[in-house]
C-alpha cells in the first residue's frame, strides 16, 4: 500500500532535475561584464550591434567569454576586471566616435558567472532587489491636475482655429478648471457652433448655459477621454525619464507605472543621489511663447508700466527680465529631440531641435507671421518659469527642423540642449519615497539574511533527526527539497529578492516542517494505537493531509490580503511566502512520502519504522 | 525520544475559566497601553526621513544629535542601530522643508562636526564601474559614511496605513469565512478571537516597549495571524473527529481529549518554527530585528490562545456534535478525506 506508481517517481525526479538546473545559477558568483545599451531613443541595439562589439573586442586584441544580443542590449563576459575595462574603453571607442554625442551607453556590469548552456534554457540567478545590492529608488507622483489643465488649454486653443475657419462669432473662449467656457450672443451661432465642435472634438462634452443674457457653451472631456489623457501623460513622463535616465549610464535601471498615477525608478549601483535626483527630479515642462515687443510691455520691462493684459513678466536665464505673451505656441509634448550642433559657416555652437508633424506645422505658421519678432522658450519647474532661450526669427521655418544660434558657447549650447530636452514632460512629477542603500549595507543584508536561513535550517534539521530519526531525516531532506524548490521558481520568476524576501523564506520554511511534524505525530500515534508499521505510515499520512491542507489555505489567506494590499517591502514578503507555502505543500506531502515509500514501501514483512521512540501508556 | 508521555486526557477545559481570565487580562493590558502610549508608527506610515549612517570610531549619539537639532527640522530621533558605530537618524516631516535636500544637508553638517567635509568623489563600485559619490573626507578612510537613507511623503504615510488596515481585514474576513465554510460558524468565530487576541497581544507588545511599528511588522502579524489559525485548525480538525470516534464522550471530553492528542505537534512545531524566528532574531541584523520580534511573540502566544482560549470559547458558543456531523450521510461520502476516521 506504501508504494507511488512509477510516473508519480518519475514526477519527483523531473521536479528535483528542474530544481536543481535552475538553482545551480545562485552558485555560480558573479563576473565582470560590459553592458551595451541604447543612448538615445532613436536607436536601437540589436544583432549587428553584438557583431560590432565583436569586432572592436578582437581589434583590441581581447577575448570575451562570450558577446550575446538579448531583451536590448548586448552583454559581453570578461574573465577579470582588467579586461574589462580595456574591453569598455576599446567598445566605446568603436561604437561611439563623439563622446560628446554618444548614441550607445557602455557600462560595466556583472553577469552570472555560470556556463553558457544554463543560460540557453534561461536558468538564470535571482535577481537582487535594491536593499541587497546598493542604489537609489525613487517613487514619483504625476500631477494629473495640471495633466488635464494643460490639455483643456491646448483644446480651447483648438476651438477657437475650428470656429475661426468657418467664421462663427463667438464672444470669448475661456478655461474654467478644467473644462473650456465659449460664450456667444446669440442662439443661433450656439447652436451651429455645438454642432461643429460635437464632430470636431469627440473628446468633449457639450453643455448649454444662460446667464444674465448671455449664452454659454461649456465643455468638459468626456471621463474615457481624460483617462487616456492620464494614461498618455504617464507614458510620456516614463519616457522622458527613460531618456535622462540613459545620462546616468545606469547598466539596468527599472521605470515602470505603478498604479494610476505613480512611476518607480530604481537605479542599481547609483550612489551620486544628488546627480541622480537633480536628473530624476528636474519636473520641468516647456512652452514656447511669443515675446510681446508693444510698447506698453518695454516699459514693463524698464518697470515703468504695468505688464499688458495678456502677457507676464519671466526671468531670461542671466536674470534679465522678459515680457512674454500668455498664448502658447507649442509645448515640450511636440518636441522629438534636442541636440547640440555647430554652424560651419558662421563657426559658432547651435542647439537643434526636432518637431513632431503637428508642431512643426504650427511652427511653420508662427514663423512665417513673425519673422524679425522674438519668441521665447520657457521652462517651467515646480511651477515657476524661466526662458531659457529667446531667439529672433529670421525666416519661415518649415519641416520641423529648427536651429537656434548666437551669442552661446558650446557648454551654453549643450546646457540649454539637455533643458529643452528634459522638458518634455507631459506632467510635473514629485518624488513623494526615496531610498538609498549603500552597496556595503546591501553585502551585509545579504550575509545576514543568508545566515539568518542557514543557522535555522540546520537547527531545525539537527532536532528533526534527533527526534524522529530516519523520519527526521526524511523531513529534512523535504524541506531542503523545498527551499531548492523555492530558490528555483524565483529564479525562474525573475522576481526581485529582498531583505523581507529572504525573511519569508526563512519563516516559511519555519512553518513548513509544520507538515512534517503533523505526519510523524500520525504516523507515531497510529503506531502507538496498534497499526502495523505500513498502515501506521498510510494512515498517518492520510489523517495527516487533510489537517495540513487546512492550515496552508488559512496561512495563504494572510499570505494573498498581504500580496494584494501590501507594497514595496510587504510585496517582496508576500511574494516569497505564497509561493513557498504552495512548494511546502509538494515537498512536505509528496516528496517525504515519495522517500518514505522508495524506503519501506518494497518491505513485505516490515516489523518497524524508525521514527524514534514511541512510548505506550502501561494499561 | 518521546517528550510528550501523556497517560490520560488531560482536562484543560475545566480550568478554562482561569485560563481565559488570564488570557483577558492580557488582552485588556494590551489594549489599554494601545490606547494611552499609542504606537511608535516608523516613518512609512508618518511621513518622514530616515538617515543611517556608520562611524569609523564609536558615535557620539550626543554630538549627533545637537549636529542635527542645529539645523532646526523640527523633532529629532537619534539612536544607534545594531553597533555603537551606526547611528539612525528620524526627521519628521516639515512643510517648509525641500525634502530632495535634507539628506544631503545632514549628511554634510555630520561630516563637518567631524572636522571633515563632503565632496563629490570618482568612487569604484561593486561592479567595477567608476560612479561618483558624496564621501566625507578621503576614500579610504572616510569619517563617517552614508550607509542608506529614506524619505517617504506624507500621502504615501496614509495610503499605507489605510492599505494595512485592509489587507487585516480582508485576512480575518477570509479565515472566517473558510473556517465556517469548512468547520461551522461557531469554530469560526472562536478561532478568529483567539487568534485576533494574539495580534492586539503582539500590538500591545509594541505599544508598551514603544518598539517601532514599521511595515515589515505588519507583514509579521498578518503572517502570525495565518499561522495560529493553522493551530486553531488542526484542534478544530481533532475535535471533529473525536466526535465521530468517541460517541460516548461529552463536549468537554472531547475538547480535553482533541487538546492532549495535539499537543505535542503543537510544541514541537511550534518550536521549530521558533528556532528559525530566533536565528532571524540573532543573526538578521537590525533590519530584521522587529520583523523577528513580532514573529516570537505571536508564536509564543499562539500556542496559548489556540490551545487554551479558541477550544474554550467554541465550547461556551455551545459546539455540538449535531454541529459538526449534520448529515450521517456524509460519513459515508467516499469523497470525504475524514471518511476513514470511522470506527
Known amino acids: ?345 558662421a563657426q559658432e555652437p547651435t542647439v537643434n531641435l526636432t518637431l513632431d508633424a503637428k508642431g512643426a506645422r504650427i511652427f511653420k505658421d508662427v514663423t512665417r507671421d513673425n519673422i524679425g519678432k522674438r519668441m521665447a522658450i520657457l521652462l517651467f519647474e515646480k511651477g515657476k518659469g524661466e526662458v531659457v532661450t529667446a531667439p529672433v526669427i529670421r525666416a519661415e521655418i518649415g519641416g520641423g527642423r529648427v536651429q537656434i544660434s548666437g551669442r552661446m558657447t558650446t557648454n551654453e549650447a549643450a546646457d540649454t540642449a539637455l533643458l529643452l530636452r528634459s522638458g518634455s514632460l507631459a506632467a510635473p512629477m514629485e518624488i513623494i519615497e526615496e531610498r538609498t542603500i549603500g552597496p556595503s549595507l546591501g553585502a551585509e543584508n545579504i550575509a545576514k539574511g543568508f545566515d539568518s536561513v542557514l543557522y535555522g535550517f540546520a537547527a531545525i534539521a539537527v532536532f528533526m533527526c534527533a527526534y524522529y530519526l530516519l523520519f527526521g531525516t526524511i523531513s529534512t531532506l523535504a524541506l531542503a527539497f523545498n527551499l531548492l524548490l523555492l530558490v528555483s521558481v524565483l529564479s525562474m520568476l525573475q522576481a526581485s529578492l529582498t531583505l523581507p524576501g529572504m525573511a519569508a523564506i526563512a519563516l516559511t520554511l519555519g512553518m513548513a516542517i509544520d507538515a512534517n511534524v503533523l505526519i510523524n505525530e500520525r504516523v507515531r500515534e497510529e503506531l502507538r494505537n496498534g497499526a502495523s508499521p505500513q498502515l501506521a505510515i498510510h494512515n498517518g499520512y492520510e489523517r495527516a493531509f487533510t489537517t495540513i491542507l487546512d492550515s496552508n489555505v488559512t496561512t495563504l489567506i494572510a499570505g494573498l490580503s498581504l500580496l494584494a494590499f501590501g507594497s514595496g517591502p510587504v510585496r517582496g514578503f508576500a511574494v516569497v511566502h505564497c509561493l513557498g507555502i504552495l512548494t511546502s505543500m509538494f515537498s512536505a506531502v509528496v516528496f517525504s512520502r515519495g522517500l518514505v515509500n522508495l524506503w519501506y514501501g518494497r518491505q513485505k514483512k516490515l516489523k518497524g519504522v524508525s521514527i524514534g521512540q514511541v512510548w505506550k501508556p502501561v494499561a | 525520544m518521546e517528550f510528550f508521555r501523556i497517560r490520560r486526557d488531560i482536562p484543560f477545559m475545566r480550568n478554562a475559566l482561569v485560563l481565559n481570565a488570564i488570557s483577558a487580562l492580557t488582552f485588556l493590558a494590551a489594549v489599554f497601553f494601545i490606547a494611552t502610549r499609542g504606537l511608535h508608527f516608523s516613518i512609512e506610515f508618518t511621513g518622514g526621513t530616515v538617515i543611517e549612517v556608520a562611524y569609523a570610531q564609536t558615535a557620539d549619539i550626543n554630538r549627533v544629535r545637537a549636529t542635527v537639532e542645529s539645523l532646526g527640522f523640527g523633532e529629532v530621533q537619534v539612536q544607534n542601530f545594531g553597533t555603537s558605530r551606526d547611528v539612525l537618524i528620524r526627521l519628521p516631516v516639515r512643510g517648509d522643508v525641500k525634502q530632495a535636500e535634507v539628506v544631503a544637508r545632514v549628511f554634510s553638517e555630520l561630516c563637518k562636526a567631524e572636522g571633515s567635509k563632503v565632496s563629490t568623489q570618482q568612487v569604484k563600485s561593486e561592479k567595477g564601474a567608476e560612479t561618483s559619490a558624496q564621501v566625507c573626507g578621503e576614500i579610504g578612510d572616510e569619517r563617517v559614511r552614508l550607509q542608506r537613507s529614506e524619505f517617504v511623503g506624507p500621502s504615501v504615510g496614509s495610503e499605507l496605513a489605510r492599505d494595512g488596515a485592509l489587507a487585516l481585514a480582508v485576512t480575518i474576513a477570509g479565515i472566517m469565512i473558510y473556517l465556517a465554510l469548512r468547520f461551522e460558524w461557531k469554530f469560526s468565530v472562536a478561532g478568529i478571537i483567539a487568534n485576533l487576541h494574539d495580534v492586539i497581544i503582539i500590538v500591545g507588545f509594541f505599544a508598551f516597549f514603544q518598539w517601532e511599528f514599521s511595515l515589515s511588522v505588519l507583514a509579521a502579524v498578518l503572517a502570525v495571524l495565518g499561522y495560529s489559525v493553522n493551530e486553531s485548525v488542526v484542534i478544530f480538525d481533532r475535535i471533529r473527529e473525536a466526535f465521530r470516534k468517541y460517541r460516548k464522550l461529552t463536549t468537554i471530553e472531547v475538547i480535553d481529549h482533541a487538546i492532549t492528542s495535539t499537543i505535542s505537534r503543537t510544541i514541537i512545531t511550534h518550536g521549530c518554527t521558533l528556532m528559525m524566528v530566533i536565528s532571524m532574531l540573532i543573526f538578521g541584523g537590525p533590519t530584521l530585528h522587529y520583523f523577528a520580534v513580532a514573529l516570537t511573540i505571536g508564536i509564543l502566544f499562539g500556542v496559548y490562545s489556540s490551545v487554551f482560549v479558541a477550544a474554550a470559547i467554541a465550547m461556551w458558543l455551545g459546539v455540538k456534535r449535531e454541529d459538526l456531523i449534520k448529515a450521517s450521510g456524509k460519513d459515508i461520502d467516499p469523497d470525504d478525506p475524514n471518511a476513514g476516521a470511522v470506527v
Open chain 1, 1 to 345: 500500500m506504501n508504494r507511488y506508481p512509477f510516473w508519480k517517481y518519475a514526477l519527483l525526479l523531473v521536479a528535483l532535475l528542474v530544481g536543481l538546473v535552475y538553482t545551480l545559477p545562485n552558485l555560480f558568483g558573479e563576473a565582470p561584464a560590459v553592458q551595451v545599451s541604447s543612448g538615445r531613443s532613436t536607436v536601437k541595439v540589436d544583432g549587428k550591434v553584438a557583431s560590432r562589439v565583436e569586432e572592436a573586442l578582437m581589434a583590441a586584441g581581447l577575448k570575451a567569454d562570450f558577446v550575446q544580443f538579448e531583451a536590448g542590449s548586448v552583454k559581453a563576459r570578461f574573465a577579470d576586471t582588467d579586461a574589462q575595462i580595456k574591453a569598455k574603453d576599446a567598445i566605446s571607442k568603436a561604437l561611439n566616435p563623439d563622446p560628446a554625442d554618444a548614441s550607445y551607453i557602455v557600462a560595466l556590469n556583472l553577469l552570472s558567472r555560470s556556463p553558457h548552456w544554463l543560460m540557453t534554457v534561461n536558468a538564470l540567478p535571482m535577481s537582487l532587489g535594491l536593499d541587497l545590492r546598493g542604489g537609489v529608488h525613487f517613487l514619483m507622483q504625476v500631477d494629473m491636475k495640471s495633466a488635464l489643465t494643460k490639455k483643456a488649454e491646448s483644446l480651447a486653443g483648438d476651438v477657437r482655429l475650428i470656429l475661426r475657419d468657418k467664421n462663427l462669432r463667438h464672444a470669448g473662449i475661456s478655461r474654467d478648471g478644467q473644462s473650456l467656457v465659449v460664450r456667444f450672443k446669440d442662439r443661433g451661432s450656439l447652436a451651429s457652433a455645438r454642432k461643429l465642435l460635437e464632430d470636431e472634438l469627440p473628446d468633449l462634452n457639450w453643455l448649454e448655459s444662460e446667464e444674465a443674457g448671455e449664452t454659454k457653451l461649456s465643455g468638459a472631456l468626456k471621463p474615457e477621454a481624460a483617462k487616456r489623457v492620464q494614461e498618455a501623460a504617464v507614458k510620456q513622463n516614463i519616457t522622458t525619464l527613460h531618456n535622462r535616465v540613459n545620462e546616468l549610464g545606469v547598466s539596468e535601471p527599472v521605470i515602470q507605472q505603478q498604479g494610476a498615477d505613480r512611476v518607480v525608478v530604481q537605479l542599481p549601483g547609483v550612489q551620486d543621489t544628488a546627480k541622480a535626483k537633480d536628473i530624476i527630479g528636474r519636473t520641468a515642462t516647456l512652452e514656447v511663447r511669443m515675446v510681446d515687443e508693444s510698447v506698453e510691455a518695454s516699459a514693463a520691462v524698464s518697470g515703468s508700466g504695468p505688464v499688458p493684459l495678456g502677457s507676464e513678466r519671466y526671468m531670461e536665464r542671466g536674470s534679465q527680465p522678459l515680457i512674454v505673451k500668455r498664448q502658447v505656441v507649442l509645448t515640450g509634448e511636440n518636441l522629438t529631440d534636442a541636440q547640440t550642433g555647430f554652424d560651419s559657416q
